[in-house]
């Protein structure tokens, strides 16, 4: 843990100046609130650094359980800062628009918590296996380790692709381990275990349970009228909608809450026709000729006597079909 030095606050600047050059209306709005969050809470800290930073003796040994919720907002310099906000305003970017913002912040959330409780978990288990107390006595504070889920997300939504790490180009299936090697070699006074700890949450999400416990969550909480099923409104792999590229939607289409599907209508969107006509078939032999009732039109077109019977409108409505 370094202590905040007040100088020139040059990283500061230099993320203001990122920021305007990006521009306020490109940053989506979860992304732009969390970014600004962390830089309220480095001007105006809500605990000094010491109080902040999470570690086993101070949240486990002592009780402060505080600090896994301070510790993630909380920059030990200004450049600490900068490299974490620039970092996250570009994967911030990119899975907010593709999983949309209340499921990004609930995200953000979840990341911030667990990163904090599996950093501890890893600090327990050295301090046991190297007889070590000083594993239990290291304070990590930042942002880092959430960032370092989400890379392991956005590698996730978009696999194949080659990254740049410290000028090394890497696949992006391997860009997290090698960045983690990296950054603690170059940087002996990080956090190998915070980052490593990030890396393990976003494994826990894109490979493990974590996801669908998160939406078996979020089931419960939603109010009456609300579409209680994340699945249908957060698709596994994001929720489909508006991609933010410019060039319209991306071919799906995201429903919202409440609604429900009405597979007697005219047309049955997201089925192919072999079940839309299963879906038309099934209905037309459920109806049992109920579209009669209360004034309503003639079914498929047929003109028949109020008294024909519930089977021969079956079997018209199937030759009509096999037509």
């Not at 501890?120 to 290291?138: G, H, K, N, P, R």
């Not at 194949?160 to 997290?176: I, K, Q």
């Not at 429900?260 to 049955?268: F, K, L």
Request: aromatic share 14%; glycine share 10%.
């Amino acid at each position: 843990m370094r202590n905040r030095q007040r100088g020139s606050q040059l990283g500061l600047l230099l993320l203001a100046s990122q920021v305007f050059q990006l521009g306020l209306n490109n940053i989506p709005p979860i992304t732009l609130a969390v970014l600004a969050l962390n830089v309220y809470l480095y001007l105006f800290p809500a605990a000094p650094l010491f109080q902040a930073c999470v570690s086993v003796q101070q949240a486990y040994w002592l009780k402060d359980w505080r600090r896994l919720l301070l510790s993630p907002l909380h920059h030990a310099d200004d450049w600490h800062l900068y490299f974490n906000m620039v970092s996250f305003l570009w994967k911030g970017r990119r899975l907010e628009q593709r999983l949309g913002g209340p499921w990004f912040l609930y995200l953000l959330s979840v990341f911030s918590l667990l990163t904090g409780l599996v950093y501890l978990v890893l600090e327990a288990l050295l301090t046991e296996l190297m007889q070590d107390q000083s594993y239990s006595m290291a304070c990590a504070v930042g942002f880092s380790g959430v960032l370092f889920a989400l890379k392991v997300l956005n590698n996730h939504y978009y696999p194949g692709s080659v990254t740049y790490v410290m000028g090394l180009p890497v696949s992006s299936r391997y860009a997290s381990w090698v960045e983690l090697v990296l950054i603690h070699i170059t940087s002996p006074g990080t956090s190998f275990v915070g980052h490593l700890s990030g890396i393990l949450v976003g494994l826990l999400y894109t490979t493990g349970p974590l996801k669908k416990i998160m939406k078996k969550c979020a089931g419960f909480v939603t109010s009456n009228g609300y579409n209680s099923q994340p699945g249908a409104y957060y698709r596994s792999s994001g929720p489909s909608g508006y991609t933010g590229t410019g060039r319209g939607f991306s071919g799906n289409y995201q429903y919202a809450p409440g609604y429900t599907a009405d597979y007697t209508a005219s047309y049955t969107g997201g089925l192919t026709e072999e079940e839309q006509l299963e879906e038309a078939i099934r209905n037309s032999l459920n109806d049992r000729g109920q579209t009669r009732q209360r004034g309503a039109p003639p079914a498929y077109g047929f003109h028949l006597s109020e008294d024909a019977r519930a089977e021969e409108i079956r079997q018209m409505r199937l030759r009509r079909f096999d037509r």
